[in-house]
């Protein structure tokens, strides 16, 4: 190990030395400090690291001038572990990158917030590149390293693993870390011996592998990994492609092996046959993700004998119906719905729309993107019903209008994730718009939709669709109809939505109900 690489020292079994510990770079540090020998008794620490090139706050050698009092440099540097841990736990909590590199400087600061400290920079580590992982296992690797069974959470679904290059430093984790609660993995080509020896080695109860399955083995080889899948909390599995024999080997194993203790399932592979094995099984499962599944409306209206709170039938053309529909709102308590690219017809997405408003008063995420043949009256009309919606996904339905922002600013205090690409709509529109939802986090026009500007709003001649007696914008009112004036280019309000509300940013029920 290069002894100059980046590193933080962690107390040995021997509480006199310390070890000097490699970290990856994508673990940032401000300057290299070194451990002093000797600590004199009155230094409270301060005087533990040598430190020429950058001081924190809190930080004083004793040679500094202007040092703090010895009172409150006792009380900074001896804070009670549970007070030091509640404060590291919330900095930067919303970057992981920015809170990974605030966690390694203040194990830095003395041998007190080390020991601290060490275990949270340990428990979530942050790796985001084939170097980084490389110095991260070699760190693993260390003879007296004691944080192993400090990592609880393990994400490597930025780096594409593969046989045999990365067998042996899968190897090494399960090796070295025996209590991951959560594993995340993007695989490539990866035998399903390997997973069963890296899952089976840790109390996992969260489990995502994405990407593409390898050699196979026969069934009675995976006692350890069906053992491990029984003790699941939350499952995703997207691997291989459609006609994959793997993948339904995977899905096979999965509705056999899952047991009461599910609540989350996304399984690619998943058949209508497979359902009733689930249902029996996995008894309690709430959460539920089947998107682009061939299944039957005979299947769906089994789903109604789970009480699903989040259920995703993205792309399920065949199977979701009038009838299903109705008996999925009210045999379910459900609050996240997708039902995307399932209508293609006006009088279907007429009633589809019609049934939420009447049934799904209670959502809180719903997602109808793709429902092309979607009539403007039917959705100005399903929008006042929609009082709890959080999140509400109205892509590519052309009959989003400046209408349409107005009833959702009078009819849903509670939105704050709204996507609305491909919709055209006037600079102005989306401003008042947001102007009047202060709430609004995401909002996703970009990719596809036509922001228009005073120009070509001049050019057009817009009305509002609906019939008489509908709660909208006053008829002919062209002035509500574009709110003109904005007078900002549309590549430059582009930008600026994508700064403020994170425009970029997919929506998704994944998002809301990640475990």
């Known amino acids: 190990m290069d002894m100059n690489a980046p590193y933080v020292a962690i107390p040995s079994h021997n509480p006199n030395s310390f070890l000097r510990i490699a970290l990856p770079p994508s673990w940032p540090i401000t300057a290299k400090?070194?451990?002093d020998d000797h600590v004199d008794d009155d230094d409270e620490g301060y005087g533990s690291w040598s430190d020429r090139n950058h001081q924190h706050p809190w930080y004083h050698t004793q040679s500094h001038a202007g040092r703090k009092p010895k009172s409150q440099s006792i009380i900074i540097a001896h804070l009670i572990p549970e007070l030091l841990c509640m404060i590291m736990k919330r900095a930067d909590?919303?970057?992981l990158l920015s809170h990974q590199a605030t966690l390694y400087n203040a194990a830095l600061v003395n041998r007190h917030w080390n020991v601290v400290i060490a275990p949270l920079l340990y428990s979530k580590p942050v790796i985001t590149s084939f170097h980084a992982f490389r110095?991260?296992?070699?760190?693993?690797?260390l003879p007296n390293l004691i944080h192993g069974d400090d990592i609880r959470v393990l994400d490597l679904t930025q780096l594409r693993l593969q046989t045999p290059t990365h067998t042996s430093l899968l190897t090494l984790i399960s090796e070295k870390c025996h209590s991951i609660h959560t594993l995340k993995l993007w695989i490539e080509s990866f035998d399903i011996l390997t997973i069963q020896h890296l899952v089976s080695t840790s109390p996992i109860t969260s489990l995502t592998l994405l990407g593409h399955i390898g050699r196979w083995a026969p069934e009675t080889s995976l006692l350890a990994l069906r053992k491990r899948i029984a003790q699941l909390r939350y499952l995703h599995i997207d691997v291989g492609f459609d006609g994959d024999a793997f993948r339904f080997r995977l899905a096979s194993l999965v509705s056999k092996s899952v047991s009461p203790s599910l609540a989350y399932l996304r399984?690619?592979?998943?058949?209508?046959?497979?359902?009733?094995?689930?249902?029996?099984?996995?008894?309690?499962?709430?959460?539920g993700i089947f998107t682009?599944?061939?299944f039957t409306p005979q299947t769906l209206s089994h789903m109604s004998?789970?009480?699903l709170q989040t259920l995703d039938l993205r792309g399920c053309l065949a199977a979701v119906t009038p009838h299903v529909l109705t008996t999925l709102l009210t045999t379910c308590p459900l609050s996240s719905l997708d039902i995307s690219f399932t209508s293609t017809s006006l009088d279907e997405s007429t009633l589809f729309a019609s049934l939420i408003a009447q049934h799904g008063k209670n959502l809180n995420h719903l997602f109808i993107a793709g429902w092309t043949n979607l009539p403007a009256t039917a959705l100005h009309n399903l929008i006042p019903a929609l009082r709890n919606i959080q999140t509400l996904s109205l892509a590519w339905i052309p009959a989003v209008s400046a209408c349409t922002l107005d009833l959702l600013a009078r009819h849903c205090p509670r939105l704050q994730r709204l996507d609305i690409r491909g919709a055209r709509l006037c600079e102005d529109a989306l401003r008042t718009f947001l102007l009047r939802t202060p709430g609004m986090e995401i909002l996703k026009v970009a990719h596809g939709s036509e922001i228009l500007t005073d120009d070509t709003m001049a050019e057009m001649d817009l009305t509002i669709e609906g019939e008489e007696g509908d709660e909208v914008m006053p008829a002919g009112s062209a002035e509500n109809a574009t709110h003109t004036g904005s007078g900002m280019p549309s590549v430059a309000f582009l930008e600026w939505l994508k700064k403020e509300y994170r425009s970029a940013e997919m929506i998704g029920i994944e998002d809301e109900d990640e475990a």
């Open 33 to 35: 400090r070194e451990c």
């Open 93 to 95: 909590r919303e970057d």
């Open 135 to 141: 110095l991260f296992t070699g760190t693993l690797a």
């Open 267 to 287: 399984c690619s592979g998943i058949e209508q046959t497979d359902i009733p094995t689930l249902i029996d099984r996995a008894p309690n499962l709430s959460r």
């Open 292 to 294: 682009w599944s061939s």
């Open 305 to 307: 004998k789970w009480r």
